[in-house]
């Protein structure tokens, strides 16, 4: 079976190798056809805890690491990547 790789931004840092990243998708509403916003949280293993609270994170599913954690940190998503210059 394939894992299932997830973006999302971490929450919170303030656990030992753990993180809370916050994973948003967007849903269309069943009746009303509004576009929502529904987000849900996973707790992803960080062994070195190199990644911090507002960073854009990948996370990929695993075998559970404790009673929470399923998910480990894969690598962080640059999102402030510079443009480069066509010279």
């Known amino acids: 079976m ?3 790789v997830l973006t999302g931004t971490v929450v919170s840092d303030k ?8 994973v948003e998708r967007k ?3 069943a009746l009303y056809g509004k576009i929502i916003r529904l987000s849900k949280k996973y707790h992803a293993h960080d062994e070195g805890n190199v990644y911090k609270e507002g960073e854009t994170v ?3 599913e695993t075998a ?3 009673k929470l954690k399923t998910w480990k940190v ?4 640059d999102t402030h990547k ?3 210059t066509a010279a």
Do not use: L, M
């Not at 656990?15 to 916050?22: A, G, H, I, P, Y």
């Open 82 to 84: 510079s443009p480069e």
């Open 58 to 60: 990948r996370i990929e």
């Open 2 to 4: 394939p894992k299932r």
């Open 15 to 22: 656990t030992d190798k753990t993180v809370v990243v916050r």
């Open 74 to 77: 894969v690598e962080r998503v």
């Open 64 to 66: 559970p690491i404790s």
């Open 27 to 29: 849903v269309k509403h």
